[in-house]
C-alpha cells in the first residue's frame, strides 16, 4: 500500500507550478507556452560559480529503490507531461536520470546500500531508504551532506519538509508526506446516539477536537443498553500502539528525546507520561473488549460491521482497496484529538521513505548530484493547482471534508519522530500492556533496559 501511495504521488504530487514568475525566471509568455508543452521560450538556468548555462556533461544518475520499473508508460496525462518536461530538462542540461529497483528486493535493500556507501563505485546514484537504515547510516558517516550543496532554493514547495527534517542536511524528497494516524468515525452510531454524524469534523474545524471533547463523547457512546448491569455497547475499537503514539506526540511528549549531545534517551517527562495514563484511561474504559477466541485484529472487524463508533489506525485503511471501502455504514475520518499540554496543531506522525546519497562520492560529485535532482524533480509547467494532490484521495472517502480539512491538517503538519527510526527499539509491548490495564511507569521500568541498549547502539 505504502508503494503504491509513494508511486501515485510522485506521479501528481511534483505537479505543482512555483516559482516561476520571481525576478529573473522565465516570461509569462513562456510560462504560458510551457504549459502547453512548449518549454523552448523558458530561461535556461545558469551555474553561479560558470555565469554558464548548466551543463552536466552526460551524467547519468540513477535513483534506486525496491519497487521501480523504470520501463513502464506513463499512465496518465499529468504522467505524460511530466516524462516530456524531464526529457526537455536532461536535453537542456545535459543529464539522464532513471528511478529503478536496486533487485535486492524490500528485505536485502538496507546490506545493499550500505555495502555501496562503503565500498563506493564510478557510477552515480540516489538511493530511497526507508527507518531500517537511516540513523544508522547517518551514525556510520555513510549519507552525503546536502546542505552543502550550492544554488538550491530550498523554499520550494516542492520539498518534503517532513522528509527533509528527519536527518536536516541529509535525508530529503519531493512531494506532500503521506498521511498516516487518524481516527475514523461512524456516522450512524453517532446519529443514533444523539449526535451530529458530522460532529467530529464541526469540532476539528473549530479547533475543538480535544482529548477532553474525545472522551466526551466516548462517556455517552458506551454504555449499558439493556440495563442488565453489563457495558454492552463500546465507543472505541482501538488499535494500542496506533493510538499511544499520536497521545503522546499530541500533548508535547515524546518516546524519545535527545540530550544536549544529541544522544537518544527513553522518555518519562510529564507530558509524556499523562499521555500513557490518558491512554491507559481511554481503554480501560471505553475500547470493546475482544470475544472469546477473537483474533488479534478483532476490533478492525468490530468496527466495519458497526459495533463502534471510533476507530483509530492509519488512513491507508481508507483506500481503494483498504478495509473501509465496502463499510456498509457511512463514515468520515479525522486527525487525532488535540492534547492539554500539546502545540495546539492537528498533525500527522512522519514515516515517509527518505532519499540520500553516498558520502563516499567527494563533494563537487555530491553536488552534481544533487542539482540534477532538483531540476528532475522540479514542477511541470501548467500544473499551477496547489491543491492538486486531493485528486488522488476523493475517491476514497464518502466526503470530501476527509480529504479538504482533515488530510490538509496532516499535509501541513506532519511531525518528525525518532522512536520509528532505531533499529530494534521495539516499545509497542509498552502500548499492549498499558492498553490492557497495566501501570505505564511500571511498565516503562521493566523495559527501560532493553530499550535503552537499543538506542544505545545508535547513540554509540
Excluded at 504521488?9 to 525566471?25: E, I, N, T
Excluded at 522528509?163 to 519531493?174: D, E, R
Excluded at 494532490?389 to 480529504?403: C, I, L, N
Excluded at 509497542?428 to 538506542?455: K, Y
Aim: hydrophobic fraction near 35%; aromatic fraction near 14%; proline fraction near 5%.
Amino acid at each position: 500500500m505504502k508503494k503504491i501511495t509513494l508511486v501515485a504521488l510522485s506521479a501528481v504530487l511534483v505537479l505543482a507550478l512555483a516559482g516561476c514568475d520571481k525576478k529573473g525566471g522565465s516570461s509569462a509568455a513562456a510560462i504560458k507556452a510551457a504549459a502547453n508543452g512548449d518549454y523552448s521560450k523558458l530561461k535556461v538556468e545558469k551555474d553561479p560559480a560558470t555565469k554558464k548555462a548548466y551543463d552536466f556533461g552526460g551524467m547519468e544518475v540513477t535513483i534506486y529503490d525496491w519497487w521501480s520499473n523504470p520501463d513502464a508508460l506513463p499512465a496518465s496525462k499529468s504522467q505524460e507531461d511530466q516524462a516530456n518536461y524531464r526529457k526537455y530538462l536532461e536535453e537542456t542540461y545535459n543529464f539522464k536520470l532513471v528511478q529503478k529497483d536496486l533487485q535486492a528486493g524490500w528485505g536485502g535493500h538496507p546490506a545493499e546500500v550500505a555495502d555501496y556507501c562503503i565500498t563506493g563505485g564510478d557510477d552515480a546514484r540516489i538511493f530511497i531508504i526507508d527507518q531500517r537504515s537511516a540513523l544508522s547510516g547517518a551514525q556510520n558517516g555513510l549519507w552525503a551532506d546536502i546542505s552543502k550543496v550550492p544554488d538550491i532554493d530550498w523554499n520550494k514547495k516542492k520539498w518534503n519538509k517532513a522528509v527533509c527534517s528527519v536527518l536536516p542536511g541529509y535525508t530529503f524528497a519531493v512531494g506532500m508526506p503521506e498521511p498516516r494516524q487518524c481516527i475514523f468515525f461512524n456516522k450512524r452510531v453517532l446519529q443514533e446516539n444523539g449526535f451530529n454524524p458530522d460532529e467530529p469534523y464541526d469540532l476539528q474545524k473549530a479547533g475543538k477536537w480535544t482529548w477532553a471533547k474525545f472522551e466526551e463523547m466516548c462517556d455517552a457512546l458506551t454504555k449499558d443498553t439493556n440495563n442488565d448491569g453489563i457495558i454492552d455497547q463500546y465507543a472505541l475499537s482501538g488499535f494500542n500502539s496506533e493510538f499511544a503514539a499520536p497521545a503522546i506526540y499530541s500533548n508535547g511528549g515524546q518516546i524519545t528525546g535527545r540530550d544536549s549531545n544529541g544522544k537518544l534517551y527513553l522518555d518519562t517527562g510529564d507530558k509524556t507520561m499523562e499521555a500513557w495514563n490518558w491512554v491507559k484511561d481511554i481503554f480501560t474504559k471505553y475500547n470493546k473488549p475482544a470475544d472469546e477466541g477473537a483474533n488479534w485484529d478483532y476490533f478492525k472487524s468490530d468496527f466495519l460491521n458497526g459495533f463502534t463508533a471510533f476507530y483509530n489506525d492509519q488512513e491507508y485503511d481508507a483506500q481503494p482497496n483498504g478495509m473501509l471501502a465496502d463499510m456498509k455504514d457511512d463514515w468520515g475520518m479525522v486527525c487525532f484529538p488535540l492534547g492539554p499540554n500539546g502545540d495546539g496543531k492537528y498533525f500527522t506522525m512522519n514515516q515517509d521513505n527518505m532519499l540520500i546519497i553516498p558520502a563516499y562520492y567527494p563533494q563537487e560529485k555530491v553536488n552534481k548530484i544533487f542539482k540534477i535532482y532538483d531540476f528532475w524533480s522540479d514542477d511541470v509547467p501548467g500544473y499551477e493547482d496547489d491543491d492538486a494532490w486531493k485528486e488522488f484521495y476523493y475517491g476514497s472517502f464518502r466526503d470530501t471534508r476527509a480529504v479538504d480539512e482533515t488530510m490538509q491538517y496532516m499535509m501541513d503538519n506532519s511531525k518528525s519522530w525518532d522512536a520509528w527510526l532505531v533499529p530494534g527499539f521495539n516499545w509497542a509491548p509498552i502500548s499492549w500492556s498499558v492498553c490492557a490495564g497495566a501501570d505505564p511507569q511500571e511498565t516503562i521500568e521493566s523495559m527501560r533496559n532493553e530499550l535503552q541498549a537499543a538506542l544505545d547502539d545508535i547513540n554509540e
